[in-house]
C-alpha cells in the first residue's frame, strides 16, 4: 500500500484524532444522554477535464495498450469539487448530498455569472470560482456558509454537528473557525498527508486502528466505540 507519509506518522495522527473523538463523545454524552453525536466530514478534491492520457487506461488482455487522444490544454483545466460524508448517512435518496464546485475563472467575472444562471446547476450544487482553480480560505468559508444548517440556540446545541476538516491552510484560519463556531458546530482537525493514493480507503483505516493497538477498551465500549474495540 503506497500512502503519502509514513505509517509511523498515520498512526500518531489517527491516535490523536481518535483520542479527540473519544473525549468529544464523551462530553457530548454528558451534555445529551441518549443521544448519538454527528460527524461531517469535508474535503475538496481537485479535478482536471481533461486527463485520460495521463492515467491508466483498460484494455483486452494480451492486446496491446489503447491510445488516448485528448486536448492536452485541457489536462491543464483544473476545477476542484468539495464533498461531505455525514455519519448519519443521506437520509433523502432522492436529492443527493450538498456539493460545491469550484472552477478556475476570475471572482465577479462573467464566467460566474454565467455558470449561476445556467438551468442545470441543480439547488443542492454550488458553484464558485478561483483564479487558480484551487480554495482559498474565504472560498471554503462560502461554502461552509452555504453548506453547514445553523443551529438556532442552546436549546438545539443537540443538533451541532462536529465538522472534520484536515490541515490544507485553507481550513487553518480564523475565519473558518468562526464561521463553524457562529453556525453553533465544534470544529475539529485530522493529520493532513494520511490519504490512501493507491488503496481502498476502508481497508487504510481499519489498518491503522488496528495498528494502534488503542489500550483503554472499556472506556472505548463505555461511550459508544465497541465497533472498533473488538
Known sequence: MQMKVSWQK????VRVLLTNIFRLRAFFDICHPGCQPRFLSLDQKPSWFNNAGLTDTYGRKGCRAPHVRENFAHTRQRYTILTGVPSWGHEDPDVPPKVAILFKAKPGGRTITRLRACEGV??????????????????????????????????HSRDSMIVLLDWFSGHLTEEVADLVKRKGHVLLFHGGRVHPVHSNQRYASSRVVGELAYPDRERMEAIGTGALAR
Not at 10 to 13: E, G
Open 122 to 155: 441543480k439547488p443542492w450544487m454550488k458553484i464558485q470560482v478561483q483564479e487558480n482553480g484551487s480554495y482559498r480560505s474565504q472560498d471554503v468559508v462560502e461554502a461552509l456558509e452555504w453548506m453547514l444548517p445553523q443551529v438556532p440556540d442552546a436549546e
Open 10 to 13: 498515520i498512526t500518531r495522527r
